[in-house]
């Protein structure tokens, strides 16, 4: 018996003095930082998912936005952040497969520093047209299409900023149908709104979740949406192919990342918490709610996903001829 107990105690004494990186992980709050400001589809999806994942487990997640850089400053912070799961970020279309080929000398490789966990959900755009302008009004993307033949160079679409999927998307359009628009870049898309509304800009590539109300209200037409099939949100508005616009498809999309060389197991882990949160009707609900549709899959899935959009965007921003120092 007293062997019993002083083996029992030695074995004890031995978990006590184990390293922290050999505890059950995790045993301590994880940070998910969020590339971009509170309020948008970045934080959003980021808090639907941590909630949801800290109620199925009891996990506890900080959330830490960092944005600035059109999201590098949020990920090359993560990117260089220890790889033991404790740091994760949410990225996206614009900081993973644009970002890289839009700045001169941009500070983390988004394929190498990065351990691709799972996808999340991606969004389509929502091409809307001012309902109060008398001048130049445009009863669909077709309309538009036309208008802007006749007359090279005189439609004008927003965007929220140089290089954002919006611009690039107004850019892909243009190139699809072979005409040329002047792009007015805005600092965010409330700006951008307010003078579309205002008759000041013909066209406004918007997320769905910023432009529903001023659809419900009238103050916006919407003249198509870039996913390949219409959304729930907006059943009555085209696709760009139903109005016979081939190549235009664009989503905005978003995705959970480690720092890269993040023990495989952990990797995993992470996967399966996502996967069962994405399941969740309330997640679901919170993620589809304006247009979203919810993705999830394996980090190799997430991998593959990754190069084949740095490909696609890759080509629009040489095209394009956009940079940003």
């Known amino acids: 018996m007293r062997a019993l107990l002083r083996a029992a105690a ?10 922290a990186n050999a505890q059950p992980y995790p045993f301590k709050p994880i940070r998910f930082v969020v590339p971009f400001p509170p309020g948008g589809g970045t934080d959003t999806n980021s808090r639907a998912l941590t909630q949801r994942i800290a109620k199925n487990t009891g996990w506890t997640f900080v959330i830490d936005n960092k944005p600035g850089a059109g999201g ?28 890289p080929f839009l700045y001169a000398k941009p500070p983390f490789d988004a394929v190498k520093d990065f351990a691709p966990i799972a996808l999340v959900s991606s969004v389509p755009l ?24 006749a007359n090279p160079g005189g439609i004008s679409f927003a965007s929220p900023g140089n290089g954002t999927v919006g611009h690039l998307a107004g850019e892909m359009i243009a190139r699809a149908t072979g005409v040329r628009m002047l792009h007015v870049p805005y600092k965010g898309a409330g700006p951008a709104l307010t003078d579309l509304i205002g008759g ?23 003249l198509a949406v870039t996913s390949p099939k219409r959304i729930p949100t907006l059943p009555q508005v085209s696709t760009l192919d139903e109005s016979g616009i081939r190549g235009a498809d664009v989503a905005s999309w978003y995705g959970v990342l ?56 890759s080509k629009v921003v040489k095209d394009a001829g956009v940079k940003v120092d």
């Open 258 to 313: 480690a720092p890269a060389k993040t023990p495989e197991a952990i990797v995993q882990q992470l996967n399966a918490e996502i996967a069962k949160a994405l399941a969740a009707p309330e997640v679901r609900d919170s993620l589809t709610g304006e247009g979203g549709e919810v993705l999830g899959g394996t980090p190799a899935q997430f991998a593959a996903f990754l190069q084949s959009e740095q490909e696609k965007w």
């Open 126 to 149: 929502v091409i809307v047209a001012g309902a109060r302008r008398k001048d130049v009004p445009f009863s669909s993307i077709k309309d538009l299409i036309e208008k802007a033949k």
């Open 10 to 19: 030695l074995v004890a004494a031995g978990a006590a003095m184990l390293p």
């Open 200 to 222: 000041q800009v013909d066209m406004y590539l918007s997320t769905p979740q910023a432009a529903v109300g001023q659809i419900k209200a009238g103050t916006v037409i919407a």
């Open 72 to 99: 590098n400053i949020g990920a090359d912070q993560a990117a260089k952040a220890p790889p033991d799961g404790y740091t994760l970020v949410m990225g996206q279309t614009s900081n993973l497969a644009i970002n």
